[in-house]
């Protein structure tokens, strides 16, 4: 910090991710980055999951309304369009 004196620290922040998932293969390794929440390539598979499960099933089952970004989501997108990255994880 720009000015600041050891011992004058007056607070502390904390900052996590959520709705991640990291792909991993069996022996732990990453395949492929984290596609975070924040990054909307899965409109489809987004409206997939509510025509499949249904929209209040859903939303009762996971407590929230699925949006693009979120692990579900992801996942369905993952699987579709990175069936090798899929197939290892």
């Known amino acids: 910090m720009l000015g600041a ?8 922040h904390l900052a ?3 709705d ?12 492929t980055p984290v596609i975070h929440w924040s990054d ?3 409109p489809d598979e987004t409206d997939s999951a509510y025509d499949v499960v249904g929209r ?8 929230t309304h699925p949006i693009p970004g979120l692990v579900l989501p992801n996942l369905v997108w ?3 369009h990175l069936p090798d990255v899929w ?3």
Do not use: N, P, Y
């Open 78 to 80: 993952t699987q579709r």
């Open 40 to 42: 909307r390539r899965d």
């Open 5 to 12: 004196v050891e011992g004058d620290e007056r607070g502390i």
């Open 20 to 31: 991640t998932a990291v792909l991993l293969d069996a022996a732990g390794e990453v395949l």
């Open 87 to 89: 197939r290892r994880v």
């Open 56 to 63: 209040e099933l859903l939303v009762r089952r996971s407590g």
């Open 16 to 18: 996590g991710q959520r």
